[in-house]
């Protein structure tokens, strides 16, 4: 079946280590994103990907950083500058339409020790 | 730049009742599209209804449906008939036709359903 997989579903880290969430989609979607869930902020944007090579920061980028190798995959790393990790990562690519909807992967809950 | 605002955080309805969830936005587009995405307690983020802001009609997908007002810039969700699975966190989402695609969120209203 088509869709997104996240992996993995829950992380635990240390303050000072840096993680590497994994999303792959199988859609054969052009663009890729990542958003931060918090309790009571809705999702926020962290970077975003239009095409392979290239993407652009969003609204919250500082301690991010991701890379896009691949049409398929859009990994993220939470890097030990991030100041505040502990969230729920949701990654999504948008449907190749005009009304361009978002297809969600299942999240990843990370927590910072 | 864009925002969108949910005003309720928490709403509560009667099974088999109607309710109704309201959203603001504020652009200074004239093409943009709208969406509404549930969020069930397994946080997978799904897709409720779409609305394009050039059509005058308002979206329906069975027992969901907007009223789009966007003179207002208001994009409230009806949910008739409702069931114990609509129980949910409920997102407002706002997308640029340029702008990379990406969604403005709310910040969600969540949904309970009394039987």
């Known amino acids: 079946d088509g869709g997104i997989t996240q992996s993995p579903k829950y992380l635990f880290r240390k303050e000072g280590q840096n993680v590497t969430l994994s999303c792959e989609q199988n859609?054969?979607?052009?663009?890729m994103y990542w958003y931060r869930q918090d309790p009571g902020q809705g999702l926020r944007l962290i970077y975003y990907?239009?095409?392979?090579?290239?993407?652009q920061k969003g609204d919250i980028a500082e301690g991010y950083s991701v890379s896009r190798e691949k049409k398929e995959s859009f990994p993220l790393t939470v890097t030990s500058a991030q100041k505040n990790p502990t969230a729920f990562y949701l990654c999504?690519?948008?449907?190749?339409?005009?009304?361009?909807?978002?297809?969600f992967g299942e999240g990843s809950r990370l927590t910072v020790l | 730049a864009q925002t969108v605002t949910q005003s309720q955080p928490e709403m509560s309805v009667q099974e088999a009742e109607t309710v109704t969830l309201s959203c603001t936005y504020d652009?200074?587009?004239?093409?943009?599209?709208l969406f509404w995405y549930k969020q069930p307690p397994s946080r997978q983020m799904i897709l409720v209804i779409r609305?394009?802001?050039?059509?005058?009609q308002n979206a329906t997908e069975n027992r969901f449906s907007v009223n789009f007002q966007k003179a207002a810039k208001s994009f409230s969700l009806k949910i008739s008939d409702s069931q114990l699975g609509d129980a949910a966190m409920y997102f407002c989402a706002y997308r640029s036709p340029v702008a990379g695609g990406k969604l403005i969120f709310g910040q969600g209203t969540e949904l309970s359903v009394k039987p």
């Open positions: 999504a690519s948008r449907a190749n339409s005009n009304t361009g909807e978002l297809f």
């Open positions: 990907s239009q095409i392979v090579n290239d993407f």
């Open positions: 859609l054969n979607h052009d663009a």
């Open positions: 609305q394009e802001a050039y059509k005058q």
């Open positions: 652009t200074s587009e004239s093409d943009y599209y």
